[in-house]
Each structure stands twice: as C-alpha cells, then as structure tokens.
T-cell receptor, first 113, second 109 residues
Framework: EPEVTQTPSHQVTQMGQEVILRCVPISNHLYFYWYRQILGQKVEFLVSFYNNEISEKSEIFDDQFSVERPDGSNFTLKIRSTKLEDSAMYFC???????????FGPGTRLTVT | RKEVEQDPGPFNVPEGATVAFNCTYSNSASQSFFWYRQDCRKEPKLLMSVYSSGNEDGRFTAQLNRASQYISLLIRDSKLSDSATYLCVVNIGNNDMRFGAGTRLTVKP
C-alpha cells in the first residue's frame, strides 16, 4: 500500500539554525500539507500546497516557514532561524483531491535546543 | 467556542463494550468530516470519512448532523487494539483541516 514517507525521523538543531524537513507524498496525490503537533497538544494545520503554490496557510505559518516541491517527488518544509517553541512533531500529508481524505507520514520530531 | 470540540475523556471500557464519542464544530461552512485515530507518538491514521447519511465500517459507525454541527463515532464490541486517541477532523474549506484535541480510549481485558 502506498504511503507518505518523511525524513529524517528525528532532527536536533540549535536555536537560530535553519532546518529542512523532507517528505515524499503518495505518488498520484496532488495536494500536500504540513502539520505540527507540540507534545501533548493537538495537531495543527500549517499549510496546504497544490499546483506548485500555497493554497492555504494558517496563522502559525509565518515568514520563518516556507515550502517547496523541488522535484517531482519531494515536498519540503523549511524553517529559518528556529526557535525553542518550534520543537514539535511535524507531519506531512497528501490527498488525491480537495476535501478528500488525507494520509499522513510518520512525522519528523524536531528538537530545538 | 473552539473550532472542533470533543469529549475530553479518557474513556476506560472493558473488552466487548460499546463506546460513543461526540464532536461539535463551529464553522457551518465546513465541507468534509473525518475520524482519525492516533497511537502514542505516531501519526494520525484515517479511520473513516463521515457522510451526511451516516456510514458504517465493520464495528465502527459514524454519524453527521449538519443542522446541529455534530459528529459522532460509535465503536461496538471494542477490542484491546482499539485503545488509542480518536481525533475528530473537520475540513473548514480550501483543505484547511482542523483537528479536535482528541479523546483517549483505553480498552481493558
């Protein structure tokens, strides 16, 4: 069964550094997403991406965040100048179409020290 | 009012019990609805979509009441493996999915 994959599984970085989280969505899916989940809290929507552009973003997705689809398979989330409060699990997801079911990757645990 | 609100739980039930979870949402323009389950420190996994007419998948039944902005999930004959956190998820438009805080279920032998 096709699945969303994410790398790395765990990333430790120092405050102020840039990180890039990588995702490979399911191959026939057209919509891609990033979510975060701070430990013990609910899953929060960050951004959705379709046709090589952002289609929706939340108030969390400020100027320190950016997304990119650099090639036909990868979808990345870049966080510039990380802060302690960016420590969370980051999930990538994809869906075939708008408003349909989203399938999540296993997540990248980001720890900012 | 929270965008998606769920029973806080936790629910502790014996094997074989029937358990029901409720969820309300605030955005009347919401387009689609889902139940996901999440095991500890794992990704959310789709359990089922929720349709206006109600739908069933084995031991799981989901209901949607658009007028009351209410969604439910019923689990019959619960198994030990059903122990997880159940997430109510609402698409409020343009693929902006809003998650409830989740309801923790523990099924005991």
């Amino acid at each position: 069964e096709p699945e969303v994959t994410q790398t790395p599984s765990h990333q430790v970085t120092q405050m102020g550094q840039e990180v890039i989280l990588r995702c490979v969505p399911i191959s026939n899916h057209l919509y891609f997403y990033w979510y975060r989940q701070i430990l013990g809290q609910k899953v929060e929507f960050l951004v959705s991406f379709y046709n090589n552009e952002i289609s929706e973003k939340s108030e969390i997705f400020d100027d320190q965040f950016s997304v990119e689809r650099p090639d036909g398979s990868n979808f990345t989330l870049k966080i510039r100048s990380t802060k302690l409060e960016d420590s969370a699990m980051y999930f990538c997801a994809s869906s075939v179409s708008l408003a349909l079911e989203q399938y999540f990757g296993p997540g990248t645990r980001l720890t900012v020290t | 009012r929270k965008e998606v609100e769920q029973d806080p739980g936790p629910f502790n039930v014996p094997e074989g019990a029937t358990v029901a979870f409720n969820c309300t949402y605030s955005n009347s323009a919401s387009q689609s609805f889902f139940w996901y389950r999440q095991d500890c420190r794992k990704e959310p996994k789709l359990l089922m979509s929720v349709y206006s007419s109600g739908n069933e998948d084995g031991r799981f039944t989901a209901q949607l009441n658009r007028a009351s902005q209410y969604i439910s999930l019923l689990i019959r004959d619960s198994k030990l493996s059903d122990s997880a956190t159940y997430l109510c998820v609402v698409n409020i438009g343009n693929n902006d999915m809003r998650f409830g805080a989740g309801t923790r279920l523990t099924v005991k032998p």
